[in-house]
């Protein structure tokens, strides 16, 4: 049983890493959180179950479909959302932020037109491969999403820290202006991040499909508000912060129900997150840049 | 002669017709006339955008279906006003004020959640409106005044028989409830679950809950699944119930599940498939019963709509019915005529069944258990 709940746990902590991590990648070059994020993800969990059912497309066309939809959806939203008030007279530093909560609320919305309100099964039979071990049933999706979140970790940490692309994005964070009067392309490094971001999302968005068997166009709502959760947990911007606050939360969750009353999972996992806010303002890997 | 009398017929026919209409135009503003067809304006608070969009989507398909055959007919004119609630009290409130103060309406069909109702039933009570609820199945909403009517079975009256059954057949001795504990209506479940479960003598072994719009039940499922229940009592809507059961199921739990009237829709076998199979829920709708009407109904609805009518549907399409009738036998669209009405309702034949209402304007009918066999509702016995 111990093993079983450590296993959903697990599960439950690299999906809600793996969308933390496009929040944080966002908020360490911006400066700013991503609300429609939640959104973008629940739009790549339907391209996933468009894909999938009604083309009956092998998985891996779903994989690709999702990223460049959401890539482009990313590609959107910095495009129109975020990069007219950038440097602008007079417009608030909120105002990115009530840009992205109006972005989630217009994809919520058409995704209730586009798919209908109700819950959207993932067929595909990657999903029904299992083991069993004793009387433990373990699935290949859990393994995959562990495996996909510790890979994109790996990966994203050795981007930021040892490629240019990568240096120039520190860069950006660090200080706009400076950076771009260095000859960093300010404006395609954070397009690129963005679109990086979305595209996360969007990869998150299928994992989830695939290992709960349920998509419906509020999932994003929930999903975002863990996300930003998580990276102030783990520390605004840090990659190893939002994984291993993923970790947390999810492990916290599954074993709220296990040792305590599961009316309490969401309120918990939050109490954790102040306890440890009150001991540690800056989150656990916490600080000013992302590496 | 054949040709004489058919032609004469014809006549008949044409002129009956002319003359039909021409008291339909006479009698739009004097409604009540003899001979002269009632009009009346219903305005409809149902949740059409949010989280039951679904419900309402069915709702409002099931009203548009009943009205144009209603308005076919003749003997009864209705002009629907559709207000959104999204499912939220304050919204379905503003909704029905609207309609009761400026659309000045004869009478309102919803709302969806019996969450809305416990705020609306009051107004509309209170303004002298008759409101007939065709989802509100929590305890206590005919209750709230001689104006408020439900033609859905409440969850006291279906999850019992439903339970009694499944007791029966599997000889079930230990229980595991899970519920929904973010909503009246599946609280209210779970209420009449926890209350039948302790009549019968069961073991509760654990009682787990979940919040709207979760999509992990795993935590909660292998806790149930360590404990080796005979039978589960899941209070919970379709859209999670269905994704409970499909993880359920694939993680080895194999015991039938009970549940509410919300769990009661074809969406469950469409969403799990397979993992659906065993799930026992009394309905007062029946898609697959072979009456006459009922197929119609459900042959209209599929054509318009691209699937099987739910009990959502289902029970608005009769609720506009039993009205339309208080609205004919009343002879007028006056509000407290056609309360009067409404409540004399007796041995109404509708899609759902025998339907009568009794004095507190609650439903007198015998639900219909069913099961979920090879991915088909099927009678369970």
Same mark, same amino acid.
């Given at each position: 049983?111990?093993?079983?709940?450590?296993?959903?746990?697990?599960?439950?902590?690299?999906?809600?890493?793996?969308?933390?991590?496009?929040?944080?990648?966002?908020?360490?070059?911006?400066?700013?959180?991503?609300?429609?994020?939640?959104?973008?993800?629940?739009?790549?969990?339907?391209?996933?179950?468009?894909?999938?059912?009604?083309?009956?497309?092998?998985?891996?066309?779903?994989?690709?479909?999702?990223?460049?939809?959401?890539?482009?959806?990313?590609?959107?939203?910095?495009?129109?959302?975020?990069?007219?008030?950038?440097?602008?007279?007079?417009?608030?530093?909120?105002?990115?932020?009530?840009?992205?909560?109006?972005?989630?609320?217009?994809?919520?919305?058409?995704?209730?037109?586009?798919?209908?309100?109700?819950?959207?099964? !993932?067929?595909?039979?990657?999903?029904?491969?299992?083991?069993?071990?004793?009387?433990?049933?373990?699935?290949?999706?859990?393994?995959?999403? !562990?495996?996909?979140?510790?890979?994109?970790?790996?990966?994203?940490?050795?981007?930021?820290?040892?490629?240019?692309?990568?240096?120039?994005?520190?860069?950006?964070?660090?200080?706009?202006?400076?950076?771009?009067?260095?000859?960093?392309?300010?404006?395609?490094?954070?397009?690129?991040?963005?679109?990086?971001?979305?595209?996360?999302?969007?990869?998150?968005?299928?994992?989830?499909?695939?290992? !709960?068997?349920?998509?419906?166009?509020?999932?994003?709502?929930?999903?975002?508000?863990?996300?930003?959760?998580?990276?102030?947990?783990?520390?605004?911007?840090?990659?190893?912060?939002?994984?291993?606050?993923?970790?947390?939360?999810?492990?916290?969750?599954? !074993?709220?129900?296990?040792?305590?009353?599961?009316?309490?999972?969401?309120?918990?996992?939050?109490?954790?997150?102040?306890?440890?806010?009150?001991?540690?303002?800056?989150?656990?890997?916490?600080?000013?840049?992302?590496? | 002669?054949?040709?004489?009398?058919?032609?004469?017929?014809?006549? /008949?026919?044409?002129?009956?017709?002319?003359?039909?209409?021409?008291?339909?135009?006479?009698?739009?503003?004097?409604?009540?006339?003899?001979?002269?067809?009632?009009?009346?304006?219903?305005?409809?608070?149902?949740?059409?955008?949010?989280? +039951? /969009?679904?419900?309402?989507?069915?709702?409002? +398909?099931?009203?548009?279906? *009943?009205?144009?055959?209603?308005?076919?007919?003749?003997?009864?004119?209705?002009?629907?006003?559709?207000?959104?609630?999204?499912?939220?009290?304050?919204?379905?409130?503003?909704?029905?004020?609207?309609?009761?103060?400026?659309?000045?309406?004869?009478?309102?069909?919803?709302?969806?959640?019996?969450?809305?109702?416990?705020?609306? +039933?009051?107004?509309?009570?209170?303004?002298?409106?008759?409101?007939?609820?065709?989802?509100?199945?929590?305890?206590?909403?005919?209750?709230?005044?001689?104006?408020?009517?439900?033609?859905?079975?409440?969850?006291?009256?279906?999850?019992?028989?439903?339970?009694?059954?499944?007791?029966?057949?599997?000889?079930?001795?230990?229980? *595991?409830?899970?519920?929904?504990?973010?909503?009246?209506?599946?609280? &209210?479940?779970?209420?009449?679950?926890?209350?039948?479960?302790?009549?019968?003598?069961?073991?509760?072994?654990?009682?787990?809950?979940?919040?709207?719009?979760?999509?992990?039940?795993?935590?909660?499922?292998?806790?149930?699944?360590?404990?080796?229940?005979?039978?589960?009592?899941?209070?919970?809507?379709?859209?999670?119930?269905?994704?409970?059961?499909?993880?359920?199921?694939?993680?080895?739990?194999?015991?039938?599940?009970?549940?509410?009237?919300?769990?009661?829709?074809?969406?469950?076998?469409?969403?799990?498939?397979?993992? &659906?199979?065993?799930?026992?829920?009394?309905?007062?709708?029946? &898609?697959?019963?072979?009456?006459?009407?009922?197929?119609?109904?459900?042959?209209?609805?599929?054509?318009?709509?691209?699937?099987?009518?739910?009990?959502?549907?289902?029970?608005?399409?009769? *609720?506009?019915?039993?009205? /339309?009738?208080?609205?004919?036998?009343?002879?007028? &669209?006056?509000?407290?005529?056609?309360?009067?009405?409404?409540?004399?309702?007796?041995?109404?034949?509708?899609?759902?069944?025998?339907?009568?209402?009794?004095?507190?304007?609650?439903?007198?009918?015998?639900?219909?258990?069913?099961?979920?066999?090879?991915?088909?509702?099927?009678?369970?016995?």
């Amino acid at each position: 049983m111990l093993i079983e709940q450590l296993i959903n746990g697990l599960t439950l902590g690299s999906i809600y890493a793996i969308v933390a991590l496009g929040f944080t990648l966002v908020f360490g070059v911006l400066g700013i959180i991503n609300m429609a994020h939640g959104e973008i993800f629940m739009f790549g969990a339907f391209i996933g179950v468009m894909i999938t059912s009604t083309l009956n497309a092998p998985l891996w066309v779903a994989f690709l479909g999702a990223i460049i939809i959401t890539a482009i959806m990313g590609y959107l939203l910095e495009r129109f959302a975020l990069r007219p008030l950038r440097h602008k007279q007079g417009v608030s530093h909120l105002a990115p932020l009530i840009s992205t909560i109006g972005v989630s609320i217009l994809l919520e919305n058409l995704s209730h037109h586009l798919f209908g309100a109700g819950n959207h099964p !993932f067929r595909t039979s990657f999903a029904e491969i299992s083991f069993q071990i004793g009387s433990i049933t373990i699935y290949l999706v859990q393994i995959v999403i !562990f495996v996909i979140s510790i890979v994109l970790m790996l990966v994203l940490t050795f981007w930021l820290g040892k490629t240019r692309a990568g240096k120039a994005l520190r860069a950006t964070a660090e200080n706009l202006e400076t950076a771009s009067l260095l000859g960093v392309d300010t404006k395609k490094t954070i397009l690129m991040t963005v679109i990086i971001a979305s595209a996360m999302g969007g990869i998150a968005g299928i994992l989830v499909g695939m290992a !709960f068997n349920s998509v419906t166009p509020q999932m994003g709502l929930s999903m975002g508000l863990k996300g930003l959760a998580i990276i102030i947990l783990g520390g605004m911007g840090s990659v190893r912060g939002a994984m291993l606050g993923g970790l947390i939360l999810g492990l916290a969750e599954t !074993f709220i129900v296990v040792y305590g009353d599961s009316g309490y999972r969401d309120a918990i996992a939050f109490l954790a997150i102040i306890i440890i806010l009150l001991i540690r303002p800056q989150g656990l890997f916490g600080q000013k840049i992302s590496t | 002669m054949r040709q004489v009398l058919k032609k004469f017929v014809g006549v /008949a026919a044409v002129s009956s017709m002319l003359l039909l209409s021409a008291c339909g135009n006479s009698g739009d503003q004097t409604s009540g006339s003899e001979g002269g067809k009632v009009e009346a304006d219903i305005g409809v608070v149902s949740f059409l955008t949010g989280s +039951g /969009a679904a419900y309402g989507e069915a709702i409002q +398909g099931g009203l548009k279906l *009943a009205q144009e055959e209603i308005n076919a007919k003749g003997d009864v004119k209705i002009n629907l006003i559709f207000e959104d609630s999204a499912g939220k009290q304050d919204q379905a409130l503003t909704a029905a004020q609207k309609l009761i103060n400026s659309d000045n309406v004869t009478a309102i069909i919803g709302p969806t959640l019996s969450t809305e109702m416990n705020v609306v +039933g009051p107004e509309a009570d209170l303004s002298g409106v008759p409101i007939i609820g065709t989802s509100t199945t929590a305890e206590g909403i005919p209750q709230i005044g001689d104006y408020v009517f439900r033609n859905s079975i409440p969850e006291a009256l279906a999850i019992p028989a439903s339970m009694q059954k499944a007791v029966d057949k599997y000889d079930v001795k230990k229980v *595991a409830i899970l519920y929904g504990n973010d909503d009246v209506f599946t609280k &209210s479940g779970y209420d009449t679950m926890k209350k039948t479960a302790e009549e019968m003598g069961l073991e509760v072994l654990t009682t787990e809950t979940f919040q709207k719009g979760q999509s992990d039940y795993n935590a909660q499922l292998t806790k149930i699944k360590n404990l080796n229940p005979d039978l589960i009592l899941a209070s919970a809507l379709y859209n999670e119930g269905a994704v409970i059961m499909d993880q359920a199921r694939k993680m080895g739990i194999d015991v039938p599940f009970v549940g509410g009237n919300g769990f009661n829709s074809p969406e469950v076998i469409n969403i799990a498939g397979k993992s &659906s199979n065993g799930l026992i829920v009394a309905t007062p709708w029946y &898609s697959e019963k072979e009456d006459e009407k009922v197929q119609e109904f459900v042959t209209k609805f599929e054509e318009e709509h691209g699937h099987v009518p739910d009990q959502f549907a289902a029970q608005a399409y009769d *609720a506009l019915y039993i009205l /339309a009738d208080a609205l004919k036998n009343a002879g007028s &669209s006056d509000r407290d005529a056609v309360k009067d009405a409404l409540a004399k309702t007796k041995d109404f034949e509708g899609i759902l069944g025998n339907f009568s209402f009794d004095e507190e304007g609650d439903v007198l009918m015998d639900p219909t258990v069913l099961v979920i066999e090879e991915e088909k509702f099927v009678e369970f016995k």
